[in-house]
């Protein structure tokens, strides 16, 4: 009588792990000083954007370590009740991989400079610097074909 040796392989299929879309802003208007809080039109930017992003559910908020940035996202942190998590915005590059590795919606808050920079780091597009005076516009990054996908869109509050 032959036996034969029937071999089961099971392959574990990993999915590709990635946010379903992710926010890049700027911090609203900010007093001046050092480390300055937000402005009064700052904080009704910030109640703005609480009220626009909450639609989405975001998951996952970062912030660089400023007032201004985090006073940006305290609103939306209160409406979620997620913590808002302290990223450094000089390891833009580190910040960008880990951002990718990511599940659900994730909001990051940052600077002039840094939000496009990650912007272009996500996408592979070069997008300008905003302007110092400019607060109302912001990214909406979304996974299309496992590849990221910028829109830049208006707050449309002036």
């Known amino acids: 009588m032959k ?4 071999v089961l392989c099971f392959f574990s299929i990993t999915a590709f792990a990635a946010p379903n879309k ?9 007093q001046s000083g050092e480390n300055p809080s937000l402005t009064l039109a700052g904080k009704k930017r910030a109640l703005w954007l ?23 996202l305290a609103p939306l942190a209160k ?3 997620v913590d808002v998590i302290i990223y450094d915005p000089r390891k833009l590059a580190e910040f960008s991989k880990q951002l990718k590795a990511l599940e659900g919606i ?17 996408t592979g597009e070069k997008f300008s610097q905003f302007n110092e005076m400019q607060f109302d516009s912001y990214f909406e990054i979304n996974l299309l074909n496992q590849r990221y996908i910028a829109e830049i ?4 509050l002036k």
């Open 3 to 6: 036996r034969y040796l029937l």
């Open 22 to 30: 992710i926010f890049l802003l700027r911090h609203a208007e900010k």
């Open 50 to 72: 609480a009220n626009k992003l909450s639609e989405y559910q975001p998951n996952l908020l970062f912030s660089t370590d400023y007032n201004r940035t985090k006073e940006t």
């Open 79 to 81: 409406n979620e009740k």
């Open 106 to 122: 994730v909001v990051v808050a940052g600077h002039s400079n840094t939000t496009p920079m990650l912007a272009n780091m996500l």
């Open 153 to 156: 869109k208006s707050m449309g």
